[in-house]
C-alpha cells in the first residue's frame, strides 16, 4: 500500500495532539461553547463517546441555542451503556437538569424534547422518555400545520405508514426532508428514530410515541433510519408490528458510497487535521474482506451487546486503512442482505430507488416515491441537497481496484433484482 497521507494510527495520535492543543484552550477561553464543541467532535471522531458526550454537553450549558451540538448528543446518547455505571448516571443526571432548564429558555426548539426523551429512555424513565417525544411532535405540528391540532389524540398512538430502510450516504436525507414537505405527510420527531437497530428498550408505545397523534386518516407519517437495511432480524421485528407497512430503499454506486461513507465516519478526524485519501492507490483486499467477514459476524449479536461498541474496540486494535474503509465496504455489499428483506416482505411492499437518479432527477424520483405511497404528485420550487459530504476524488489505480471487488456483487444484485443499476 502506497501512502504519503498518515495511517489511521497516526491520524488517531494527531487528533488527541489535536485535542489536546483545544483543551489548553479552554484555559484561555472557559466560555466558549464552540471550543467545546470541537473537542466533542474530535472525542466522537475517536470512537470516543463517554468524553464526547461530556463536552457536547458542557458546550449547550455554556450556550443553550447551540443547536448543531444537540443532533450529534441524540445520536451519541444511545451508547452511553458503554459507561460505567457511576459516570453514566452523573452524565444523565447532568443532562436531564440542564436539558429541562434549555427548555424553559428555547421553547421554540422542539429537538430539545427528544434529547431529554433520550435521557429519560437511558435513566430507565420510559413514560417520561414518551411524554418528551410526544411534546416535542406536538410542537412541530403546530408550527408547521397548525389546523391539524383540533385532531390531536393523545389518548391513541398513530403507526408508522412507511420506513426508509436505507442506505447511509445515498441521499436519505435529502429524500426525506423532500418527503416530508408533501403536504400529506407528517415527520416523526427526528428523521432517524434507530429504534430497531440500536434501542434497548422492546415497547411498541414507546416507539409510536415519536410519531404524530393525528387521528385523520389521509396523512402519512413514518421515519427514515438508514442503517435498518443492513441489520440482521430487523425485518422480521419490523413484519412483526407492522406487516403492511411500506419501506423505501435507496441504493448507490457502491464505490461512491463507500468512499462518502469512509469520510463521513472520518469526518473530523480528516476535517481537522486537512487529510484525505487521494494518495492512497491499493488496499490489501484480503485483509478487506477478512474485516468484513468479522463485521458480518459481530452483526449476528444481540441488541443487548451493541455491535457498533465492538466494531469501535476492533478498529482501535486493528488501526490500518483496509480495516477503517472494509465497514463502508461491508454495507455496500447490498446482495448481502436484500435477500433477508424480501423473505419477510412482498415486493410490492418495497420500493428500491437508484441514488443517482434522486441526484439527477429528483422530482422524477420522489413521483415514484408518492405513487408508491398512494399519495397524489407535490413537486417542489427546490431540492436541496440536506446533507453534502464533499471529499477528494480517489487515485484511479484504488479505483480501478474497488470496481474490480464490487463487479460480482453488483452483477448478483442486478441478476436478483432482474434490473440494470449500470454503476460500471
Known amino acids: 500500500m502506497n501512502l504519503s497521507t498518515p495511517t489511521p494510527t497516526n491520524i488517531e495520535q494527531q487528533t488527541q495532539t489535536l485535542i489536546n492543543h483545544y483543551q489548553k484552550a ?111 411532535s406536538f410542537k412541530q405540528i403546530n408550527r408547521s400545520y397548525p389546523h391539524l391540532i383540533q385532531h390531536w389524540n393523545s389518548s391513541t398512538q398513530r403507526q408508522p405508514d412507511f420506513l426508509v430502510i436505507g442506505l447511509f450516504k445515498c441521499g436519505t436525507t435529502s429524500f426525506y426532508s423532500y418527503l416530508i414537505q408533501h403536504p400529506q405527510i407528517l415527520p416523526a420527531v427526528t428523521k432517524e428514530i434507530r429504534y430497531f437497530s440500536s434501542d434497548f428498550i422492546n415497547d411498541l408505545e414507546y416507539y409510536l410515541s415519536h410519531f404524530p397523534a393525528i387521528s385523520k386518516n389521509n396523512y402519512l407519517t413514518g421515519e427514515a433510519t438508514p442503517n435498518y437495511f443492513t441489520f440482521p432480524n430487523v425485518a422480521q421485528q419490523i413484519k412483526d408490528w407492522f406487516p403492511n407497512i411500506k419501506l423505501i430503499l435507496l441504493l448507490r454506486k457502491p464505490i461512491k458510497r463507500a468512499i462518502s461513507g469512509f469520510y463521513w465516519g472520518n469526518q473530523f478526524s480528516y476535517r481537522y487535521l486537512n487529510k484525505s485519501l487521494n494518495s492512497i492507490h491499493h488496499l490489501d483486499l484480503n485483509l478487506v474482506q477478512e474485516r468484513i467477514t468479522e463485521i458480518k459476524e459481530i452483526r449476528k449479536l444481540s441488541f443487548h ?70 399519495l397524489p404528485d407535490h413537486p417542489l420550487t427546490e431540492y436541496r441537497n440536506a446533507n453534502r459530504n464533499p471529499y477528494p476524488p480517489i487515485s484511479p489505480s484504488l479505483y480501478q481496484q474497488l470496481a474490480d471487488f464490487f463487479r460480482p456483487y453488483n452483477q448478483a444484485l442486478e441478476d436478483y433484482l432482474g434490473r440494470a443499476f449500470n454503476w460500471e
Open 305 to 374: 451487546q451493541p455491535w457498533l461498541s465492538l466494531l469501535a474496540e476492533q478498529s482501535k486494535q486493528n488501526s490500518n486503512i483496509n480495516h477503517e474503509i472494509a465497514f463502508h465496504i461491508a454495507s455496500s455489499l447490498y446482495i448481502d442482505y436484500l435477500p433477508e428483506w424480501f423473505k419477510v416482505f412482498p415486493k410490492e411492499q418495497l420500493l428500491i430507488l437508484k441514488s443517482e437518479d434522486l441526484f439527477t432527477d429528483p422530482e422524477k424520483t420522489m413521483k415514484q416515491a408518492y405513487h408508491f405511497l398512494g
Open 26 to 136: 479552554t484555559l484561555i477561553k472557559p466560555n466558549s461553547a464552540k471550543v467545546y464543541q470541537d473537542i466533542g467532535n474530535l472525542y466522537r471522531s475517536l470512537r470516543e463517546f463517554e468524553p464526547a458526550t461530556i463536552y457536547y454537553l458542557k458546550a449547550i450549558e455554556l450556550k443553550p441555542d447551540l443547536f448543531s451540538v444537540y443532533y450529534p448528543l441524540n445520536f451519541l446518547l444511545q451508547f452511553i451503556s458503554w459507561s460505567s455505571e457511576q459516570n453514566k448516571n452523573q452524565i444523565l443526571t447532568q443532562g436531564i437538569h440542564l436539558l429541562k432548564q434549555n427548555i424553559i429558555h428555547q421553547p421554540n426548539f422542539p429537538f430539545a424534547h427528544v434529547v431529554l426523551g433520550r435521557l429519560y429512555a437511558q435513566q430507565g424513565e420510559i413514560e417520561k422518555a414518551k411524554d418528551c417525544y410526544q411534546k416535542a
